[in-house]
């Protein structure tokens, strides 16, 4: 059986996009044979024709046909860019760019080798029943160990990338809270402060001196309070930058290894192949503009 390079998962897609595209084409051809009947019925109905009037016939049939083929061939260029769109948007999401060599398409050997694939699949012999497949995801095609390397070192700088910016925002919170904390602490010794000044007169003598002990002793309370939470702010602050330099760091590399990613892929020897290609179409495009400014001169 003809194969095409590719494991049975993608095989089986494109053994479903070939079902149809043969669905549509054999529409599309019923249609072109119903143009010729339709002809035969209403126009071939005289045993002679002149050949004014066979001019008018065969021209009335090529634009109904011409408009088919047509629609057709316009329907499948729009078809298959809608397919080119699925995949890239599936690349896409595992920061891949794919590319394309246009000049395979009209390879003689590999369209060869895709009908023999395509009439060793649909023959009715070897027809195969169709294959009940849920839409998966598609996973993109590595050229070896060191890109999928780089996607999991992608995928592993972004979750801790996620777990410091959720670690930093609960640092943010803890230090907001702290600074509340102390604000009312800081109030409450005010007014007891504003409280010992008031009641200072009125208080007896004998009692002057437990009172002035129980306010130092809250005093002393409150500073030893005041303290811890000084400590613990320093602290939570501190740790808020640490927090801040690793979400950098992180960021970093995950900026170096997309980098890293986008060069491997500039390395390919598809992606050296469409850039020559593209150098020798734009060498030829200067000198088709160099051949028109000589005729245009000329003129």
């Known amino acids: 059986m003809a194969e095409l390079g590719l494991n049975e998962h993608h095989q089986n897609e494109i053994i ?34 002149t050949m004014d009037e066979v001019t008018e016939v065969l021209n009335g049939l090529q634009a109904v046909v011409h408009s088919e083929v047509e629609s057709e061939l316009i329907n499948t260029a729009y ?32 369209l060869e080798q895709v009908a023999e694939f395509e009439k060793a699949e649909f023959t009715s012999s070897n027809k195969k029943p169709i294959i009940d497949i849920t839409k998966p995801k598609l996973v993109p095609i590595n050229e070896g160990g060191t890109t999928e390397l780089l996607n999991k070192e992608i995928l592993r700088l972004q979750q801790e990338n996620e777990k410091l910016k959720s670690r930093l925002k609960t640092i943010e919170i803890q230090a907001t809270n702290a600074l509340d904390e102390k604000s009312k602490l800081e109030r409450t010794l005010q007014d007891l402060q504003l409280d010992q000044g008031n009641q200072q007169d009125f208080i007896k003598a004998h009692d002057l001196d437990d009172l002035e002990n129980t306010v130092a002793a809250l005093k002393n309370e409150f500073q030893k309070t005041l303290n811890d939470k000084t400590e613990n702010q320093k602290s939570l602050e501190e740790n808020l930058a640490a927090a801040k330099h690793d979400l950098l760091r992180v960021q ?44 245009e001169s000329e003129d």
């Not at 809608?82 to 948007?89: C, I, M």
């Not at 794919?98 to 590999?110: G, K």
């Not at 990613?261 to 060498?283: S, V």
């Open 16 to 49: 479903n996009y070939m079902r149809f595209a043969r669905s549509k084409r054999g529409l599309r051809l019923k249609t072109v044979d119903s143009c010729f009947e339709d002809l035969k019925e209403s126009r071939l109905v005289e045993e002679t024709f």
């Open 79 to 110: 078809t298959n860019v809608l397919l080119l769109r699925q995949l890239f948007s599936q690349a896409e999401k595992w920061y891949l760019k794919l590319q394309t060599d246009i000049s395979e398409l009209e390879n003689r050997e590999l």
């Open 252 to 295: 970093e590399q995950l900026s170096m290894a997309e980098k890293e990613l986008e060069k491997k892929f500039q390395q390919t020897a598809a992606y050296r192949n469409m850039k020559e290609i593209l150098t020798k179409k734009n060498d030829q495009i200067k000198d088709l503009r160099k051949r028109l400014a000589k005729y």
